[in-house]
T-cell receptor, first 120, second 113 residues
């Protein structure tokens, strides 16, 4: 089974600074998708950014960008100009074709999360 | 407003008393899924459904049932809840499994005593 590892249970960053959250995954697949989700104290799960493995270009969404290193199986999230509203749990997630089900069935696996605190 | 609606948001129940957590989406999404979130474990998939009448087990299906009789609804049923099912539950939907975004419900905090 594939695993998703987030090695930093907690992190903090000063407001307006940049922070990078780490994520590594283990797979023998070549085609898959990677995601970062944000969960603020409200509990809502919010998609931050998505990356297809076949794309070499790193995805960006405003202040959020990823460093996707396919050979190293690494998918880190960089948050620039951190804001107080960025305080949340961040989950890295990996999606690949499910091995035991019919065609078109994908499996989404989450890491254990990194708790990010933005300090005023 | 496009959304996934879960009810209830909080529920305390006793061991063995059957309960249902409802999930409804108004986006005509084909794919729906249930997850449970536990401290230090992230989110783990319980069941998923690729379309009406098509459901399958996720990683932790034991003790749960689901049904998908209508496209918009995907209830999670605990026939005989036990304390180890105390958790935060999320329903999610998307147009397809590889769609850009999964839309999550607001979560249901379940406590089984």
């Amino acid at each position: 089974a594939q695993t998703v590892t987030q090695s930093q249970p907690e992190m903090s960053v000063q407001e307006a600074e940049t922070v990078t959250l780490s994520c590594t995954y283990d797979t023998s697949e070549n085609n898959y998708y990677l995601f970062w989700y944000k969960q603020p104290p409200s509990r809502q799960m919010i998609l931050v950014i998505r990356q297809e493995a076949y794309k070499q270009q790193n995805a960006t969404e405003n202040r959020f960008s990823v460093n996707f290193q396919k050979a190293a199986k690494s998918f880190s999230l960089k948050i620039s100009d951190s804001q107080l509203g960025d305080t949340a749990m961040y989950f890295c997630a990996f999606m690949k074709l499910r091995a035991t089900s019919g065609a078109g069935s994908y499996q989404l696996t989450f890491g254990k999360g990194t708790k990010l605190s933005v300090i005023p | 407003e496009a959304q996934v609606t879960q009810n209830p948001r909080y529920l305390i129940t006793v061991t063995g008393k059957k309960l249902t957590v409802t999930c409804s989406q108004n986006m005509n999404h084909e794919y729906m899924s249930w997850y449970r979130q536990d401290p230090g474990l992230g989110l783990r998939q319980i069941y998923y459904s690729m379309n009406v009448e098509v459901t399958d087990k996720g990683d932790v299906p034991e003790g749960y049932k689901v049904s998908r009789k209508e496209k918009r609804n995907f209830p999670l049923i605990l026939e005989s809840p036990s304390p180890n099912q105390t958790s935060l539950y999320f329903c999610a939907s998307s147009l397809s499994e590889t769609d850009y975004g999964y839309t999550f419900g607001s979560g249901t905090r379940l406590t089984v005593v």
